[in-house]
């Protein structure tokens, strides 16, 4: 991991014309000011626990990687440089990803965009009960993911980073991002045919 901290906007938070951006924050986090860092955690507090919690499929272990994450940003501030790189953002997810994988060398979790939220109006019963096992399916695929898949999966899917972003993140090349995308697809794919068999193989012995 790389020990700078490193400039740049932030990905997929939106800040308000007024607002400092998170280099301006950093650098006045480099000089000590608390209030710049808690407004800093507070922009990316909830959508960094999101990456971590869909990585590691567990609240207690997301919230400790958050914590570990953020302390990282407080006591490496005296690293922070405005001078070019990455963007901050992209220093924070490596932080994240690497904990994750690291906490306890397991595949890291998230699900692809076809789970749905929960909508509003309220489905009928046969909708919810199939939605939910669909989304079971998927989650117990993605546990079968090595960690580097599941965390490129992860990142695309959901915190919609590009490759190039991703490889950045990951601290890999673009063609191997590239790899661990296609061969997780294929093993999520697989493994969700092999699942919605048995889930008929079941029902047709009952």
């Known amino acids: 991991m790389s020990g700078d901290l490193s ?8 800040i308000p014309a007024d607002e400092d951006s998170d280099e301006a924050l950093m650098a006045q986090i480099r000089s000590g000011s ?22 590691t499929g567990n609240e207690a272990e997301a919230e ?9 940003v407080w006591q490496r501030r005296s690293q922070w440089s405005d001078d070019g790189g990455a963007r901050f953002t992209t220093w924070l997810y490596r932080v994240v990803v690497n904990r ?15 789970v749905a939220e929960p909508s509003d109006s309220a489905p009928d019963a046969v909708s919810t009960i199939h939605r939910r096992q669909v989304a079971a ?14 965390a490129a999966v992860t990142l695309f ?9 991703i490889a950045s ?29 048995a889930a008929r193989d079941s029902f047709d012995d009952g």
């Open 64 to 72: 400790d990687v958050v914590q570990d994450a953020f302390l990282q």
């Open 7 to 14: 400039r740049g906007s932030t990905s997929g938070v939106i």
């Open 137 to 150: 399916r998927l989650l117990e695929a993605q546990d079968r993911l090595t960690p580097q898949q599941r």
């Open 100 to 114: 994750c994988i690291d906490h306890k060398r397991r595949p890291v979790g998230q699900d692809l965009e076809t």
């Open 169 to 197: 993140v990951m601290q890999i090349s673009i063609g191997a991002v590239e790899s661990l995308l296609k061969r997780a697809r294929q093993q999520l794919r697989l493994l969700l045919r092999a699942s919605a068999q």
């Open 34 to 55: 608390q209030t710049a860092y808690r407004t800093l955690v507070h922009r990316h507090l909830k959508r960094t626990y999101a990456l971590a919690r869909r990585l």
């Open 157 to 165: 899917y959901y915190e919609n980073l590009s490759n190039a972003d």
